[in-house]
């Protein structure tokens, strides 16, 4: 989402000032110590509405202002690079991508912005992994490979790229620049802007890219939103259904100077059992096994 949100900014000469106000709420909130809490704590798998719905809600708490269409083909170019990122993954494992993902998002925020609220995540991240056996990074990447499994949208830059064929498909690990490969997460849209030159030789990949994402920042408010308390509604059910929607409230103005890390321990933590579909072998173990 900030990779495509930071290459729209650049693309339209968003005035530097405005642009570096729209990346710093986003980040602030996205990684808020308080979000990453709840996040972190063991939940069944959130569906695509949810997720939707919270990432759309954490572009709203910016001065720039998105459209439905806007929104959606945000929501498109997420999850696809996303998907993307995951298929091709032959040697490293979802927090590989992660952790580089905010090393790489880091390297886009305006000086002054704090680093502390990089390396809260990150220390949540390797904490995690610490927990994690063999059989859970297995399990986690089966269940996001299956998550992900009803997106098909054919996206331009993958497309210019030789990354995603013209029916939508991904190309083969074998067929992808080694470079491009070893550093999944980073922002792809580099490698996009070093070929410029080479973009657009037929009209089309003009079509593609007139359709994907040129009116993906129609507005941005020329007064700031001087809302001092952010009111984050967190559409996932915690714990049991009884329990109401929980909503983080976030000071806007508050600057971290230092944030610690923590995780919080429970006697469940982590224990993890997607539900994936058996294949026909294991169903017909299974029933040997209690014919016998």
Known sequence: MIYVIDQRLKTQSVPLEKSERVMTDLVTVLLHPKLLDELFLPQPVATHKVIKQLLQDICETSIMKLDDYSKSKL???????????????????VFDISKR???????????????FIFENALNKFEKLIDKFSDNDFHCLCTTLILWFSEYHTKISVLIRLGLQKK??????????NSKILNNLGENVYKYDYSNKNNL????EHRCIETNEINCLLPSID??????????LKLPIDFRNEDQKRKIITITKTVEYENITACIKHRSSDLTYSPNVPKSPQEDLLEMLNETF
């Not at 996303?82 to 490293?92: I, P």
């Not at 498909?169 to 074998?174: E, G, I």
């Open 101 to 115: 993902h905010l090393r790489n998002v880091m390297t886009l925020m305006p000086e002054y912005f704090s680093k």
């Open 167 to 176: 029916d939508g498909t991904f190309s083969l690990p074998s067929s992808i």
């Open 200 to 203: 657009y030789h037929d009209n």
């Open 222 to 231: 020329k007064g700031c939103n001087e809302d001092k308390v952010l009111e």
């Open 75 to 93: 929501w498109d170019l997420m999850t696809m690079l996303f998907k993307w990122q995951l298929s091709v993954a032959t040697t490293q494992n």
